[in-house]
């Protein structure tokens, strides 16, 4: 049977009472598990674009834009940020830690075209082979991520030839959480807590999904979180198998709803949960019994996950996809799953990852500090769906369950 985890002793404020959220001690560490793992792998740099690994190397936030700021972090010498506009202006003062600024060289994603983006990338290339030529490490081999076809000609051209894609390697730093990373996790998860509860007490005959997304992103915003998003909701007939969400549907009575809060945010650490919900009814026992087979999966696959047991010790408890009449496991893919979760990880999932497609034939051992999100669902198209997310970190003893709002049951919604 699944633990839940133990509950919050403090909020976000800062107090010199109390030990809370120590960031400095988060970006030491994040700094330490990228230089250990650069260290494991030869890679004396890495040139990185990707906003949410900037974020893991530098403890900064910029503007969104592609390639408009751009880190050069080395194994044993302090990382250079190369930043934007006018926050190249703003953030010396405001991020001490970092010792060394430069002003990013970007071309806007082409927009200025071909011609000026190749000379813009040229002048970029001969400043990071400037920057590497002073520490001796133009022949060593350099990771890089986030740039464009453009840059990598640049730095080729420019004798940056020992480049090696550095995804894989910063998804290994990652994997496993600090203990203030912890705390964030869990702190977001009870921000998400709050949201859940305000869709619960908010649906009804007649409310739009549209409007249930926005009371939930209003109660994340109350509740402090950086990215309170409006999640995804599925309801009646739309809700098997998982598709669009957000359509403008009209709640009615007897309604299954279910809902994603994925992305929501503090100090950049994500959410991915989803709760199935009943609208002025009670469930039929056909919803009970789907919902009962789902939530006995999932708690199978968390009761498997233990330091030193793998994934494919979990994956065995997802059925395969042909359960549901499908050919290939790529059509549950994202659907029947557990995946990392960590630092705004947006479009990619943390290790590791749980499915069938991978686990049994690759897989990747359990540790200490991982946290991950597992997944699943069960309904009849056309008819209606339930689904169900839990966040996780492992423990020494195993998973406990982070997201505490109540999943022991389909929520019918009060009248």
Known sequence: MPITSSGLTHGDLTADWQERFNVERMREYRVERARQTMRKHGVAALLEASPNYIRYLTGTIGYPHPMVRYTLFF???????FEHDGWYHQMP???PWIKEWRPAQAWLVAAPGVDASRY??????AGIKSELEARGLLGEK???NGFDGFANEALREAGITNLMTSHSLMLEARAVKGPDEIKCMKHVAAIVESMWFKVWESLKPGVTDVEIGAIASYQGLMAGADNPVTGGWRSGPLGFDRGFANTGRIIQSGDLVYGSLCGVTYQGYRTCTYRTFKVAAEPTQKEKDWYKELRDRLDAIIDEIKPGKTTAD???HFPPASKWGYKDEMEVLASEVGHGIGLAQGGSYDYPIINRAWSFDFPQVFEEGMCL???SREGEHRVGGVRLENMLVITK????IIDHFPREEILVAPL
């Open 314 to 316: 979990a994956a065995k």
């Open 373 to 375: 999100a597992v997944e």
């Open 397 to 400: 003893d195993g998973a406990e």
């Open 120 to 125: 813009q990338a040229k002048i970029f290339a």
């Open 142 to 144: 350099i990771g890089i």
């Open 75 to 81: 194994a044993e010498h302090d990382p250079i940020l």
């Open 93 to 95: 003062d405001q991020a």
